[in-house]
């Protein structure tokens, strides 16, 4: 069973925070950000949920917890009325500078989305291209890695699984392609979307491929482990704490 908060929370620090790798990651979007006439830091209020504002700039997105920066701003009433947008494109209440959310949001966020949703959810025929195989299988990544933090600090569930992570790093990856350092402080988790200097745990995935197949179930992580294709070191309780998590970002992303 999903929570609206919870979800808001993956749907901000998961997916939402994508953007700035999509910006990063992806021509098209690169481009899209390249013709952007000014800076906009859209930012998003919820309603007893998250705050949060994307920057965009001609060198890309960054994502940027709070609200006090931005340009513009639209506010939601509840943690639902966020989801909505995710799920269906509704959009929030523009409460500062409205003509420029409008404007933004019909415009370059709009396609910026669509380009993101498209490497999220590929189609077969997209997954045959290599490179597009390897950039979505990174992006995920990126937004497996949000939504862990967002779970483990807003999911009554994963909240206990989160409670017996002892202070450190946790460092993941996908060998010589991407890594992500999940860092726990008093059983409250953040992401930094890099490779951690000093973990005290690590989880690695040998292949792209072997990723890939992780994330979306085809392939079984204890045949894997077996076959020395994930390498775990370190607190490996972290690890194991991290991967119950892991089994409800599943279900909220599912």
Known sequence: MKDARAMAFVNAYGVLACLENVCDL?????AICAD?????????????????????????????????????????????????LIDNSVPGIPTKNPIQVLSFLLGPFTKLTNIMQRYLQPSDKDMRDPEFFEK????TMYVIGGAICALGNNDVISRLSASYIIDGEISMGITDKVYITITSRNHYLTLTKDKAKDPRAKMEFKTIELANGLFNGTASTMGELCAGNIYMAGM???????NRILDRVAVYLA
């Not at 979505?136 to 992006?139: Q, R, Y």
């Not at 490996?236 to 991290?242: E, Q, S, T």
């Open 26 to 30: 992806v021509d098209e979007a690169k």
């Open 36 to 84: 952007l006439d000014k800076p906009v830091a859209l930012g998003f209020a919820v309603n007893n949920g998250p705050s949060f504002t994307l920057s965009f700039t001609n060198e890309g997105c960054k994502f940027i917890e709070g609200v006090d920066g931005c340009t513009c701003k639209m506010s939601f009433t509840s943690p639902e009325a966020f989801n909505n």
């Open 136 to 139: 979505s299988t990174i992006l």
């Open 236 to 242: 490996i309780n972290m690890i194991d704490n991290i």
